[in-house]
Every structure is written in structure tokens, then in C-alpha cells.
């Protein structure tokens, strides 16, 4: 610890090493690199997977490009959400305003796209010249006859997390609009789950099999119509609670739909929240409890003897992971317990005292729990702790291998389904890979781990 900046240490706590009271949910610190991403980008990543909606970007070129394609979110259909427009404001716009250039580009892009909805966020020089947003999405809503939306999303407000609530504004005045004559008494929303790599399908099919409708997955192969109906489910799953939970909650007291918080990661996780669902509705189908344990039973009797076999391999290994969603690092956690390895350390982007509190429950003694950690502090403690594979994002995959650690790619960019007990043996099997690969006994610092175990052997 003598090597972290001293007005960093409140945000480093040591599992099991007194009480934890981690300061959390405020802005990184100036001049040291965080790993968290500003207002604008929590914004857009929630909103982006709405993919028959048009998403502009009201500001410099930089912010779209910097969140171009940003989540690897499949669609079933329209692709719309995969292209980036911005009004790309100059120094002229800055000192005169943007506004007649934003009615200017809604105009044409409603015209040559015909989404459904249109999006358009607020970046950091938006909110400094005082553009009137709002007014300008009026406007063009009334002229246009679909919902144009605001998201106040100035990136200078706050954290990530300021951006995920200025999403679920927007997306709250979407919703009430919709016809639900066809909703199922037996129906959920899934909240929090951006389709990474299909993920949401393979979901959405276990809920097919319990005989559970989804009305609208928010936002992951989202649609515009979908959300519009959504009041008329049962019950809200949030899963990303970061992301989404504000809009649950928003939900709970205008329509009062209760909500329940899941991971779809992990063996345990994912049938615990598909087990919260069937008690949830077991009252209304009487059959759906038994349904959901031959899902789970049919699913494990495949999954289990895979994982014994990895196992043997991975048994004792040493993990590091640096999440952006803190619900990841607790299913996490689980699962490495399954494949034997030991979690040593473990950050988030937006964890809260409540989420962290709950990591020093489930972690080891000496678990390094990190809140909006920067490149230096991840580095000295996968070094201090002589990690074998390091779980993060893009941000983090360069830290892992300059310093010859196996990556796993837990994050947006992701290609590989590893939710759900498929996603589960997708990602042992990809843990497995990293950390056995060969290549590490070439590293320096693996390669000198070896020898020293070689000798100690011998000596012994």
C-alpha cells in the first residue's frame, strides 16, 4: 500500500482486515488515469442496444467516435443502433450555439432512417454553451410524429453512473405509450442485459421453457415498441443493477411491477434467478416450478463433468478481475470457486458501499477489493499477488499482457456467450485456455515462478 497515492488508499480496502467502509461513488481523482468512463458514456451504452432507434450525439466528433459500436449488442432485426452520427460541433457552433445544427441533422436522419425513436445525447461542451435540448427534441418530435428524446448526459456531471440514470430517464418516458392486451399474466422484463455475443436469447429460451413470456428486454436486441408496452409485464429482472435499477424503481412507483435483482452469470446465479422467477409466479402456474428444476437438472448433468475435468488443471490458480458493473464481480466469484482458482483481487467501476460490503462477505482474507482503480494500482497488485489470469475489458487487456498475464474479456467487447450454464462452459473453457497456453513459460516472470518451483521441488 505505500505505493498507492495516499488520497487513493479510502478507495482500497483489504478483505477481512477490519470493517469496510470503501469510499465509492464519486469523481476519479485529477491527474491519476481512471479506468471509469464519463456521464455521457454510461449513457450510451445502456441506450445504444435500442436497435430501431437513431442515436446522435450532440457534440465534438471525439464522443461519437469514442462510443462508436461500443457494446458488441446483437440484433435480431433492425441494425440501425450500429451506426454513429454526431452533429460534430466546431469552434463556430461553440461560440454561436448548436441548436439549428441539431434540428438541422435530426431533420435529415429521421427522413433517411424512419427509426422509431430518436435519441439524442448532451456531451460536455453542450452544457457549457447552454443549448436548449430539450426544446429542439420537442420540436422535432411534433414534426416528425415519433418520440424524440433528450438524454441529459453531460459527461462532466459526475461518474458512469450519473449516465446510467440519465438513460433511464429517457427511456421512462418511453414507456406507457404501448398497447398490452396480448401481455401474458405470466410475463417479465429483462432489465440490464445488452445482448453481448447473443446472450439474451440463450435467456430469453430458458424463460420459453418455464413458460414465461418477455415483453421487452431493455436493453439488449431492444425495440422502441417493446419498451413503449413494457408496464403491462409482471415483473422487472435487473440484472446490471448500475445500469437499470433506477428504471425499475421508477417503474415499481408509477405502476407499481415489482422488481427482483439476477445474474444470468455462473452456475449458482443462473439458477437462482431462474428458480426467483418460477416462485414468483407459482401461484398464477401452478407447473412452472417443476418445469424450471427439469431446466436446471437437464442443464447441469451436461455442464458439471466439463468443469470437473478443467478443474484439475486450474485448481489453485490466482485471479484478478476489474469489472464495470459490480453484480459481475459477485457471480464471478462463484464461479471461479467452481473451476478452483482463487480470487485475489477484485474492483469495479461502480460498485456501491452496499455492493462492497457484500464482495468482503463472499472473498477470501486478504482479497485486494478496489473501487475506480487506475493502470498503476492494477499493476502492482497483479504483480504483488502473482496473478495467473486477469479478468476485465478492453482497457485492461494491454495491463495483463505487458506484464504476461492470461486475459479473459468479461466486458462490452466481448464475442463469446458467457451467460447462462452455456455461457458458463464458454467461459471455463476460455479460463482454461488462457492460463494453460504454453506461451506464459516464456514470460520473464512466469518463467523465473517456474524455476524457483523446480528448485524448491528438488530441494524438497
Not at 454561436?96 to 422509431?116: M, Q, T
Not at 462532466?156 to 433511464?168: N, P, T
Not at 413503449?228 to 446490471?240: S, Y
Request: hydrophobic share 40%; proline share 3%; with cysteine.
Amino acid at each position: 500500500m505505500s505505493t498507492i497515492l495516499e488520497e487513493r488508499k479510502d478507495q482500497i480496502h483489504l478483505s477481512g482486515q477490519g470493517a469496510i467502509d470503501i469510499a465509492c461513488n464519486r469523481e476519479s481523482l485529477a491527474g491519476a488515469v481512471s479506468q471509469r468512463a464519463c456521464v455521457f458514456c454510461g449513457s450510451r451504452v445502456v441506450l445504444y442496444p435500442i436497435a430501431d432507434a437513431l442515436h446522435l450525439v450532440h457534440g465534438p466528433i471525439g464522443c461519437a467516435v469514442y462510443t462508436w459500436d461500443i457494446r458488441g449488442a446483437l440484433s435480431s432485426g433492425p441494425e440501425l443502433h450500429r451506426l454513429s452520427f454526431s452533429t460534430d460541433l466546431q469552434e463556430t457552433d461553440v461560440i454561436f450555439g448548436g441548436e439549428k445544427k441539431l434540428e438541422a441533422a435530426l431533420d435529415e436522419l429521421i427522413d433517411r432512417h424512419s427509426p422509431k425513436a430518436a435519441f439524442v445525447y448532451s456531451t460536455c461542451i453542450v452544457g457549457i454553451i447552454g443549448d436548449d435540448v430539450e426544446a429542439v427534441c420537442r420540436k422535432m418530435s411534433e414534426k416528425k410524429g415519433i418520440p424524440v428524446l433528450p438524454v441529459q448526459s453531460e459527461g462532466f456531471k459526475g461518474s458512469k453512473r450519473e449516465g446510467y440514470l440519465a438513460a433511464c430517464k429517457a427511456m421512462f418516458r418511453l414507456i406507457g405509450g404501448g398497447d398490452t392486451s396480448d401481455v401474458s399474466p405470466v410475463s417479465v422484463n429483462i432489465f440490464g442485459d445488452f445482448n453481448l455475443a447473443g446472450e439474451i436469447w440463450i435467456v430469453r429460451e430458458y424463460f420459453r421453457k418455464m413458460g414465461v413470456q418477455v415483453v421487452a428486454n431493455v436493453t439488449g436486441d431492444g425495440r422502441v415498441r417493446d419498451i413503449a408496452r413494457c408496464h403491462g409485464a409482471a415483473l422487472n429482472l435487473v440484472q446490471c443493477s448500475g445500469a437499470t435499477l433506477d428504471l425499475a424503481r421508477m417503474m415499481e412507483d408509477k405502476y407499481d411491477i415489482p422488481y427482483e435483482r439476477v445474474s444470468y452469470l455462473g452456475i449458482e446465479d443462473m439458477a437462482d434467478s431462474l428458480y426467483k422467477v418460477a416462485d414468483f409466479f407459482k401461484d398464477r402456474d401452478p407447473g412452472i416450478v417443476e418445469r424450471t428444476q427439469a431446466l436446471v437438472r437437464e442443464e447441469l448433468e451436461a455442464l458439471m463433468p466439463e468443469l470437473a475435468r478443467m478443474r484439475r488443471d486450474l485448481e489453485g490458480r490466482k485471479v484478478a478481475m476489474y469489472v464495470g458493473g459490480s453484480f459481475k464481480a459477485f457471480s464471478l466469484v462463484k464461479a471461479f470457486r467452481h473451476l478452483g482458482m482463487q480470487v485475489v483481487l477484485v474492483g469495479s467501476q461502480t460498485g456501491t458501499k452496499e455492493d462492497y460490503a457484500e464482495l468482503e462477505q463472499i472473498t477470501d482474507p486478504g482479497t485486494v477489493i478496489i473501487d475506480d482503480a487506475n493502470p498503476l494500482e492494477l499493476s502492482h497488485f497483479i504483480k504483488e499477488k502473482d496473478v495467473d489470469v486477469f479478468v476485465g475489458g478492453v482497457k485492461e487487456r494491454p495491463i495483463a499482457f505487458k506484464l504476461g498475464v492470461g486475459f479473459c474479456d468479461h466486458n462490452h467487447e466481448r464475442k463469446e456467450a458467457l451467460e447462462g450454464f452455456e455461457g458458463m462452459l464458454n467461459f471455463a473453457r476460455e479460463i482454461h485456455r488462457s492460463v494453460m497456453s504454453p506461451v506464459w513459460q516464456f514470460v520473464p516472470r512466469r518463467a523465473n515462478r517456474a524455476g524457483r518451483n523446480r528448485k524448491e521441488a528438488v530441494n524438497e
